[in-house]
């Protein structure tokens, strides 16, 4: 038995999109300048104003989903479940290290007013409201630099910056690395990505690999 659910409206889905796009950027141009010397990548007088303005674009895009969030309803799909979460978050990481392996039943099914499983919503919120505003502040400490102090608790300041900015966009690719894998984890291949690309998740409840 399936049934479809409108999960993901036209802002969600451009915004999503967007968000990606710049993502894929950054990190090109990120490690064209990281990696410069190396001679195969962009040069970093080049990679540096298309690095600065997907940043500033990222920027826009974060304030704009947070604004989406509150404003828009799909907030309230970030909000933990605090007494349930310890048991979902178990039985979502056994499902994913072991069960999804077996052809297990999925332990959580997406419904109209929860559309992330445990380990979804915590990691998103890790994601869009601790790494992403690191990421975002720690690039404009770059843009922004000369108006830093020199020395920050001791250290120099454009190292804490630089640390912040590495440390965070390292964790976010591989964030988005896990992020595609689990998109395949859906009825299909491709269900996940349908739903992102129309607004219709398809959810069958008796379905073993079903996920968003």
């Known amino acids: 038995m399936t049934q479809d659910l409108y999960l993901y409206p036209v802002w969600l889905r451009l915004w999503h999109w967007v968000n990606a796009a710049l993502f894929l950027v950054l990190i090109a141009t990120g490690v064209s300048m990281h990696y410069a010397d190396a001679g195969w990548l962009l040069a970093f007088d080049q990679a540096r104003p298309i690095h600065n303005a997907a940043g500033i674009l990222l920027t826009l895009s974060w304030i704009g989903f947070v604004i989406g969030n509150w404003k828009g309803g799909n907030g309230r799909h970030y909000v933990p479940h605090w007494r ?25 099914h997406v419904s109209a007013e929860r559309k992330l499983n445990a380990l979804q919503l915590l990691s998103y919120l890790g994601v869009m409201y601790g790494l992403m505003p690191l990421l975002i502040l720690s690039g404009w400490g770059f843009l922004l630099s000369p108006y830093l102090p020199e020395v920050l608790f001791g250290i120099g300041t454009i190292w804490i910056v630089a640390m912040l900015h590495l440390a965070s966009s390292w964790l976010l690719a591989v964030f988005l690395l896990v992020h595609i894998y689990i998109i395949t984890t859906g009825e299909t291949v491709l269900t996940n990505l349908k739903a992102m690309l129309t607004g219709w998740h398809r959810e069958a409840s008796d379905s073993p690999g079903n996920d968003r």
Do not use: T
């Not at 048991?87 to 999925?106: D, S, T």
């Open 84 to 108: 349930s979460l310890p048991r979902e978050l178990w039985q979502q990481g056994r499902y994913y290290v072991y069960g999804i392996f077996k052809n297990a039943p999925h332990p959580f």
